[in-house]
């Protein structure tokens, strides 16, 4: 499809396990975001990868999270570990470049809903 | 830091007029942004400014002072279908994006 792509859509998992949570952003978009949307709350950033530059990792919660992404491509986010307070949305976006001004929205992906048992 | 800031509900009648405010406080500026969110669904795009003054669309009109640190979405002729979040965000010198915790509309008949 022409969006960004998200999977799994529902992931239930028990406490302690690993999950790893994938992202397909829309082609040639060089920028890509991962946020974590609590119930009736707002977009927490975790994490946002920009061309081969070093991502930004600042709203990472604990070191329990990584994510890794291939050139301009796809993206995984893995949650090692998981404790409740995990359960989320998970919404990954993309967007056509970086670095600079310009009506460039971000385009986001249905999320993936992470339910920790 | 940042700091987006939102009211977190508002409630307004079918055919009136709302305006969100949104106040920032981000280290770099290089625009923002409005995105609605309807329950159980991914945010949209709806609007973006990054020079002051009113940019509109149709229904939806942005406004935007950078001195101030402040924006707002004005919402007209409300309809039914209206009632979502709506949420701010502010992207960055590095093209970061950052979103308030949204506003959440709801429009009673």
């Known amino acids: 499809g022409a969006g960004v792509s998200q999977s799994p859509s529902n992931k239930v998992t028990e406490k302690g396990k690993d999950v790893e949570l994938r992202c397909d952003p829309i082609?040639?978009?060089?920028?890509l975001y991962w946020y974590r949307q609590r119930l009736g709350q707002g977009l927490e950033f975790l994490i946002y990868f920009q061309g081969n530059s070093a991502p930004d990792k600042s709203g990472l919660p604990s070191d329990r999270f990584s994510a890794e992404r291939t050139g301009e491509s796809v993206s995984t986010l893995t949650i090692q570990r998981t404790q409740q307070e995990d359960s989320a949305v998970y919404l990954c976006?993309?967007?056509?470049?970086?670095?600079?001004?310009?009506?460039?929205?971000?385009?986001f992906g249905d999320g993936t809903r992470l339910s920790i048992l | 830091g940042q700091n987006i800031d939102q009211p977190t509900e508002m409630t307004a009648t079918e055919g009136a007029i709302v305006q969100i405010n949104c106040t920032y406080q981000t280290s770099g500026f290089n625009g923002l942004f409005w995105y609605q969110q309807h329950a159980g669904e991914a945010p949209t795009f709806l609007s973006y400014?990054?020079?002051?003054g009113l940019e509109e669309k149709g229904r939806f009109s942005s406004f935007l002072s950078r001195s101030k640190g402040y924006s707002y979405l004005l919402l007209k002729e409300l309809q039914m279908k209206d009632s979502a979040s709506y949420l701010c965000a502010v992207r960055g010198d590095n093209n970061d994006m950052r979103f308030g915790a949204g506003t959440r509309l709801t429009v009673k008949p």
């Open positions: 082609s040639g978009h060089t920028a």
């Open positions: 976006a993309s967007s056509p470049r970086g670095g600079g001004a310009g009506n460039q929205p971000q385009h």
């Open positions: 400014n990054v020079l002051d």
